[in-house]
Nanobody
């Protein structure tokens, strides 16, 4: 089992930046993929960015060039640097982990609100 704790959400003006952090309770060597999803009111949860243990990344088209995902395996952390934020980025952001042994784990979510 993996527990995930996010931090770093908040309120920011359009064009601003935020950095989300997620701490995992298990070693990064146990986790194959870590990433971030988001869910806006009335919408389905969607992938924002994810990174494999080998460093392969995948981004949603809507955030390419603005968001950067990174992992610190020594600290069992994953980060999401969000720049040039837009009002449409407003959502609850969830940390995600998929261990090598299977299963999906989610954090409790952190609110990101971008004002116009």
């Amino acid at each position: 089992q993996v527990q995930l704790v996010e931090s770093g959400g908040g309120l920011v003006q359009a064009g601003g930046s935020l950095r989300l952090s997620c701490a995992a309770s298990r070693s990064s060597s146990y986790i194959y993929v870590m990433g971030w999803y988001r869910q806006a009111p009335g919408k389905q949860r969607e992938l924002v960015a994810r990174m494999s243990s080998g460093g392969l990344t995948k981004y949603a088209d809507s955030v390419k060039g603005r968001f950067t995902i990174s992992r610190d395996n020594a600290r069992n952390m994953v980060y999401l640097q969000m720049n040039s934020l837009k009002p449409e980025d407003t959502a609850v952001y969830y940390c995600y982990a998929a261990p090598w042994t299977g299963g999906d784990y989610w954090g409790q979510g952190t609110q990101v609100t971008v004002s116009s």
